[in-house]
């Protein structure tokens, strides 16, 4: 590893495009309702595959943080938050709007995500390299109880019933156990087809449980846009920009305020960011609750505190880098955006874990040090163009459901030139969309099927490292083994003491935030 | 007295614990056992969160709390997105018969006006537009042969 090698990483000109593309597309798709930054993200994967590794995952990571931040931009201007890490900021965000404070509300979000998305990539790049190093005295029994924990918080705080969750994790485990297995050399649950004795290939499986999902569930409102919503989209928007009055900026004495609530959130963010399983929708509650919790004027919040933006687009962006400290070391994604950039990781040959950090240690600082820029420059961007943004968002369904198919059929099929997995990306959508009808996540069974593998080989290996004890007992032997014991017996408890921080909070929030949670990020 | 309505949460446990029986057994097929272990393991697992989910659905039916998210039982929310799904479906057809061009020149058009485009120049210009943005994308930059 080293500098010169980052430095050219970065200055290529893949990279550079990738920036681009990466913070202006995740601004917009962001911005849109309904489409959120781990489908953005799932669906720019295929495009990604003739680009070399680095820019790819910059690319990537660069749609996440953006579209955290482009979420804000319609929560605030027009009620609906693009994403659902922002949902905490429509209510103040919009009563600012309707204030003719819009501008500077956008400003306040502008400054916050950037700050946070920032602060996170700078934490990224010290708290990851020390966790590698640990995971060097991980063996097969370690990663076997982290993955198990990865799949058991995810599951446990992706649904209002983990008992959802966890079906999911390891309904998606099951799926991964379809094909040939290598170590015994027999086919499992093929049932003679030759397709499936590969297995069910990971990206194609997202982007049908993601995208294609996705398409079906805004396909739900057909009827109501064929009697002509479309106006009422056109009068929000004009209103909007016209509530855009004032100035961008934050008075001095705003910013300064501002100070410790950024410090705070930003905190609160990066730490929700690396709990497994947790994603930018829980860190801007949580840190939207103690802003109000630090206030002295807490009744202000939910008519128009500007502090309230700030707390909840800080927390949500934090949540960006924090998501990618056990990626990168461990390979336990910390938001389901996280993994889905895991498949991408995979595709590119990059192994989340020590070797990360050492042999291809370039690409990842490299990609570290890119999605820091690429948090700068959203905030350059975003004071640029976050009114022609909102413009953006009144693209009708019916321009839109077209393009995310094609994107996503041809995507898919481009990966391998198969149309094999464009048949896994149908199947898996039409799960998708039953799964989120029926209150099941869809973000564990994607751990579930990326992790699936992995997980078997630990056992197995553990299994014969434990020499003709008892496997059980082998692990109890393990120190490391039993603290991920106790954590996966925590995050069982996780469920309740989110209900009772969810009961505490949000109340009227979430459920007029009006937007489906299931997968999103 | 009020007749309650079924929580979907039965017949989703049900189906759990059943395709986790079902695939136990065809765990039988696989010919080394030890192959089989993980499956076994797993197929128990989900059985036993089957029989949770059919329970809590039971509870929810029987005695229902106020913290029960409500349920959209009716068939009619699913009318539209499953026929976008057949259309979805037709377009990979159509890409494994025929060539990537004809297939999206149809599919486009046919699915914007199922969802209520009558702006003959807006789906011209989707259409176009996006056939050949693809096209050139995959094509040309990222040198992706097409269907």
Redesign the interface.
């Given at each position: 590893m080293n500098i010169q090698g980052i430095i050219d990483n970065l200055f290529s000109i893949q990279t550079i495009l990738a920036l681009l593309v990466g913070v202006v597309g995740g601004m917009i798709i962001g911005a849109l309702p309904g489409l959120g930054s781990t489908m953005g993200i799932a669906i720019l994967i295929p495009?990604t595959?003739?680009m070399e590794p680095a820019p790819s995952i910059i690319m990537l990571t660069a749609i996440y943080t953006c579209a955290t931040y482009g979420g804000s931009i319609s929560a605030i201007l027009l009620h609906t938050p693009g994403t659902v890490a922002s949902a905490a900021t429509a209510a103040d965000g919009y009563a600012m709007t309707l204030r003719g404070e819009g501008l500077k509300a956008i400003g306040v979000s502008t400054i916050s995500s950037g700050l946070g998305g920032f602060f996170s990539a700078v934490m990224l790049l010290f708290l990851a390299p020390p966790l590698a190093r640990a995971s060097l005295a991980f063996s097969s029994a370690e990663i076997f109880f982290i993955t198990l924990f990865g799949l058991t918080i995810i599951g446990s705080l992706s649904a209002?019933?983990p008992?959802?969750g966890?079906?999911s994790g390891?309904?998606g485990?099951?799926v991964a156990?379809i094909g040939y297995?290598v170590?015994?050399?027999?086919a499992?649950?093929t049932y003679h087809i030759t397709a499936l004795e590969s297995g069910i290939q990971t990206v194609p499986a997202l982007i049908g449980l993601f995208s294609?999902s996705q398409?079906?569930?805004q396909?739900?409102t057909?009827?109501a846009?064929?009697e002509h919503k479309e106006e009422d989209g056109e009068a929000q928007v004009q209103r909007a920009l016209a509530g855009m009055k004032g100035s961008f900026w934050p008075t001095r004495q705003e910013f300064l305020a501002m100070i410790p609530n950024i410090i705070r959130s930003g905190i609160i963010g990066l730490c929700v960011g690396i709990l497994p399983g947790a994603g930018g929708d829980i860190g801007s509650w949580v840190s939207y609750n103690e802003a109000k919790r630090f206030s002295k004027d807490k009744d202000s919040f939910g008519k128009g505190n500007f502090q309230g933006v700030c707390a909840s687009e800080t927390a949500n962006n934090a949540v960006t880098g924090g998501s990618l400290v056990p990626l990168l070391t461990l390979g336990i994604p910390g938001s389901s955006a996280a993994a889905v950039i895991l498949g991408g990781l995979t595709i590119h040959g990059l192994i989340p874990g020590h070797a990360l950090f050492t042999t291809q240690g370039n690409i990842t600082y490299s990609i570290i040090i890119g999605f820091a820029i690429a948090n700068l420059l959203m905030v350059v961007i975003g004071v640029f163009a976050a009114k022609y943004v909102v413009k953006v968002t009144n693209v009708?369904?019916?321009?839109l459901?077209?393009?995310i198919?094609?994107?996503s059929?041809?995507g898919t099929?481009?990966i391998n030139?198969s149309?094999i997995d464009?048949?896994v990306m149908?199947v898996l959508?039409?799960l998708g969309?039953f799964m989120r009808?029926?209150?099941?996540p869809t973000a564990p069974m994607v751990l579930g099927l990326i992790l699936g593998s992995m997980?078997?080989n630990a056992?197995?290996r553990s299994i014969s490292m434990a020499k003709g004890v008892n496997v059980l007992i082998y692990f109890s032997r393990r120190p490391i083994c039993i603290v991920f014991f106790i954590l996966i017996i925590i995050s069982g408890f996780a469920p309740a003491m989110m209900k009772r921080l969810e009961k505490k909070v949000v109340g009227t929030g979430r459920e007029e935030a009006n937007v489906d949670m299931s997968s999103d990020d | 007295m009020k007749k309650n309505r079924m929580s979907y949460d039965v017949p989703i446990g049900i189906f759990l614990v059943a395709f986790s029986a079902y695939f136990f057994k065809e765990s039988f097929k696989i010919p080394n056992p030890n192959s089989a272990l993980f499956p076994r393991l797993l197929l128990t697992i989900l059985g036993i969160l089957g029989l949770v989910i059919l329970l809590g659905g039971l509870r929810k039916t029987f005695r229902p709390k106020e913290t029960d998210k409500p349920e959209i039982v009716s068939l009619d929310v699913y009318k539209h997105p499953m026929f976008v799904y057949v259309l979805i479906i037709v377009y990979i057809v159509l890409l494994t018969y025929t060539n990537f061009i004809l297939s999206t020149v149809i599919f486009i058009p046919l699915i914007m006006l199922y969802y209520g485009s009558r702006n003959w120049k807006t789906i011209a210009i989707v259409t176009v537009s996006t056939t050949v943005l693809v096209y050139l994308m995959f094509s040309i930059v990222l040198k992706v042969v097409l269907p």
């Open positions: 495009v595959y003739s209002d019933a008992a959802k966890w079906a390891v309904l485990l099951c156990m297995d170590s015994y050399g027999v499992r649950y294609i398409v079906m569930i396909a739900e057909i009827k846009r064929r009708p369904n019916d321009v459901a077209p393009i198919v094609v994107l059929v041809i099929y481009a030139l149309m464009v048949y149908a959508g039409l969309y009808k029926f209150d099941i997980a078997e056992l197995n | -």
